[in-house]
């Protein structure tokens, strides 16, 4: 296990900087300087990130890249090269397909390495999805551990033929359980659809079916406004609530009708959770959806697609899991739960239940990152960094 007494150095490198990847390395890395481990991040300058990764402890190394590959990835490479001089980590966690690029190009396998893809490129890809599976493949020899969310996206990762020089594991994502579970205490008037978020947005007891999540393809939220009439007709007055912001939010605001509303992006989503019926989840594609996990943890239903996750989570009595892009089933099973009280209340204390046993903690997330790093330094014949391996309980 790791030596009492000395310090590990991770260096972090993550674009995006927001949603569910940003919230996961902010996370990680505040929980890891508490620690005792030297942390730096490496990230765009400008983003909530580095401000709270700042406020942490940890060194924020300015990274300036776009979230898409493209022309500039060279120069991003050369700019993380310098970084990474600067900082001398022990070891370099990569986090998404984008810094996963750009820092496997850059490190090409002379550091200790651990790639974190938080859904695999090529399901985002349709023309170019065999080019992304082949690069993958290259890149996972300059891995030395490939960490995934789910046991779905590691299956994906044996399907493609994607094999890191060292070892795959598989960490599930954290929530704060108890801060999710606080709202829904908190939340008044939950069963009768009257509590204040509802009366704020003006919605009162109407059924409310509730989707969070970065406005674009990937997160399927144009598939749940096309099933939204088959919702209305079947459940009327029922109102469906996007929370989020991105590259559809035009779209999908043209498309807004009295019963469509969408918030932009919220800090009460813990109460907006407590207060929603059903949990709408169309995703295209997903690793292991934090807002999920999210919802599960606020016991609320989830209709979600069959993306990675789901039957890890969702399948195992929690909620609805429908073919990707079928939005005839997904809003079929919408309606069944907004017109089911009980089953509602049943699948919601299931999905609390869920999240609990399977290792969503933060804590638990922390110790087995700690874990695989201490296996790539050891299959490096690296000298065993870091603090006692009760140090992660504290």
Same mark, same amino acid.
């Given at each position: 296990?790791?030596?009492?007494?000395?310090?590990?150095?991770?260096?972090?490198?993550?674009?995006?900087?927001?949603?569910?990847?940003?919230?996961?390395?902010?996370?990680?890395?505040?929980?890891?300087?508490?620690?005792?481990?030297?942390?730096?991040?490496?990230?765009?300058?400008?983003?909530?990130?580095?401000?709270?990764?700042?406020?942490?402890?940890?060194?924020?190394?300015?990274?300036?890249?776009?979230?898409?590959?493209?022309?500039?990835?060279?120069?991003?490479?050369?700019?993380?090269?310098?970084?990474?001089?600067?900082?001398?980590?022990?070891?370099?966690?990569? +986090?998404?397909?984008?810094?996963?690029?750009?820092?496997?190009?850059?490190?090409?396998?002379?550091?200790?390495?651990?790639?974190?893809?938080?859904?695999?490129?090529?399901?985002?890809?349709?023309?170019?999805?065999?080019?992304?599976?082949?690069?993958?493949?290259?890149?996972?020899?300059?891995?030395?551990?490939?960490?995934?969310?789910?046991?779905?996206?590691?299956?994906?990762?044996?399907?493609?033929?994607?094999?890191?020089?060292?070892?795959?594991?598989?960490?599930?994502?954290?929530?704060?359980?108890?801060?999710?579970?606080?709202?829904?205490?908190?939340?008044?008037?939950?069963?009768?659809?009257?509590?204040?978020?509802?009366?704020?947005?003006?919605?009162?007891?109407?059924?409310?079916?509730?989707?969070?999540?970065?406005?674009?393809?990937?997160?399927?939220?144009?598939?749940?406004?096309?099933?939204?009439?088959?919702?209305?007709?079947?459940?009327?007055?029922?109102?469906?609530?996007?929370?989020?912001?991105?590259?559809?939010?035009?779209?999908?605001?043209?498309?807004?009708?009295?019963?469509?509303?969408?918030?932009?992006?919220?800090?009460?989503?813990?109460?907006?959770?407590?207060?929603?019926?059903?949990?709408?989840?169309?995703?295209?594609?997903?690793?292991?959806?934090?807002?999920?996990?999210?919802?599960?943890?606020?016991?609320?239903?989830?209709?979600?697609?069959?993306?990675?996750?789901?039957?890890?989570?969702?399948?195992?009595?929690?909620?609805?899991?429908?073919?990707?892009?079928?939005?005839?089933?997904?809003?079929?099973?919408?309606?069944?739960?907004?017109?089911?009280?009980?089953?509602?209340?049943?699948?919601?204390?299931?999905?609390?239940?869920?999240?609990?046993?399977?290792?969503?903690?933060?804590?638990?997330?922390?110790?087995?990152?700690?874990?695989?790093?201490?296996?790539?330094?050891?299959?490096?014949?690296?000298?065993?960094?870091?603090?006692?391996? +009760?140090?992660?309980?504290?």
């Amino acid at each position: 296990m790791l030596s009492p007494g000395a310090t590990t150095t991770v260096l972090h490198v993550t674009q995006p900087v927001t949603e569910g990847v940003g919230n996961y390395v902010g996370e990680v890395v505040a929980a890891q300087v508490a620690l005792g481990f030297r942390v730096g991040l490496a990230c765009p300058d400008d983003s909530e990130l580095a401000r709270s990764a700042r406020q942490a402890g940890a060194e924020v190394l300015p990274w300036a890249a776009s979230r898409q590959p493209g022309p500039s990835v060279l120069s991003e490479i050369r700019r993380l090269r310098r970084a990474l001089a600067r900082f001398k980590p022990d070891l370099v966690h990569l +986090h998404s397909s984008k810094a996963g690029m750009a820092g496997r190009l850059a490190i090409h396998g002379t550091l200790p390495t651990v790639f974190q893809p938080h859904a695999w490129s090529f399901e985002a890809a349709s023309l170019l999805r065999p080019v992304a599976r082949r690069w993958e493949r290259v890149a996972g020899s300059w891995a030395d551990a490939i960490v995934t969310v789910s046991e779905e996206e590691q299956a994906q990762a044996r399907a493609a033929g994607i094999t890191p020089v060292g070892f795959a594991a598989t960490v599930p994502n954290p929530i704060d359980l108890d801060r999710f579970h606080s709202a829904v205490e908190l939340a008044s008037g939950t069963d009768d659809r009257s509590g204040p978020v509802r009366r704020s947005l003006g919605l009162g007891g109407k059924p409310m079916v509730l989707c969070v999540g970065r406005l674009c393809r990937q997160k399927g939220q144009d598939l749940l406004v096309d099933s939204w009439p088959r919702v209305a007709e079947a459940v009327p007055g029922a109102q469906l609530v996007l929370v989020g912001d991105g590259p559809d939010a035009a779209r999908l605001a043209k498309r807004r009708t009295a019963d469509i509303h969408l918030l932009g992006v919220r800090r009460d989503v813990p109460a907006l959770l407590a207060e929603a019926d059903v949990v709408a989840m169309p995703s295209r594609w997903e690793g292991m959806s934090l807002a999920m996990l999210e919802a599960l943890a606020a016991g609320k239903p989830v209709v979600i697609s069959d993306v990675g996750g789901a039957a890890e989570t969702v399948g195992q009595g929690a909620g609805a899991i429908v073919d990707i892009g079928d939005t005839t089933q997904l809003s079929w099973e919408i309606s069944r739960r907004l017109l089911d009280r009980r089953l509602r209340e049943e699948e919601g204390q299931r999905g609390r239940e869920i999240v609990r046993a399977n290792h969503h903690s933060l804590e638990a997330t922390v110790t087995a990152l700690q874990q695989v790093y201490e296996r790539v330094l050891a299959r490096r014949g690296r000298r065993r960094h870091g603090l006692a391996s +009760h140090g992660a309980g504290r």
